[in-house]
């Protein structure tokens, strides 16, 4: 097994799937969070393999993507993820609310 390195540049990270030359992005994105995709593999792994059996046979790991790209993951929601920008958003909703409320 080759030992994960963390990788500390700036950009999106994404846990990445591999099959025959395609290549998908899984979950994410986690903004300057490398140990965070790293983290997800193996679930997103067992998702993708309940998903569809002959994921068994194919490659996953992470990728780290410009920072203007944000799409998210195809098993986000499977995984409970949310999307960085979404979840930016529900908190300053809350904030807003909870200072309506006092």
Same mark, same amino acid.
């Given at each position: 097994?080759?030992?994960?390195?963390?990788?500390?540049?700036?950009?999106?990270?994404?846990?990445? $799937?591999?099959?025959?030359?395609? $290549?998908?992005?899984?979950?994410?994105?986690?903004?300057?969070?490398?140990?965070?995709?790293?983290?997800?593999?193996?679930?997103?792994?067992?998702?993708?393999?309940?998903?569809?059996?002959?994921?068994?046979?194919?490659?996953? =790991?992470?990728?780290? $993507?410009?920072?203007?790209?944000?799409?998210?993951?195809?098993?986000?929601?499977?995984?409970?993820? &949310?999307?960085?920008?979404?979840?930016?958003?529900?908190?300053?909703? &809350?904030?807003?609310?909870? =200072?309506?409320?006092?």
């Amino acid at each position: 097994m080759i030992p994960k390195k963390i990788d500390d540049a700036p950009g999106n990270y994404y846990v990445s $799937v591999v099959d025959a030359g395609r $290549v998908g992005l899984l979950a994410g994105p986690f903004p300057n969070d490398h140990a965070g995709a790293l983290a997800m593999v193996k679930r997103a792994r067992r998702e993708a393999e309940r998903a569809d059996p002959w994921a068994t046979f194919y490659a996953f =790991g992470t990728v780290r $993507v410009s920072s203007t790209h944000t799409a998210p993951g195809v098993l986000n929601s499977r995984l409970g993820l &949310r999307s960085p920008s979404r979840a930016r958003k529900l908190h300053r909703t &809350r904030a807003h609310n909870e =200072g309506i409320a006092k």
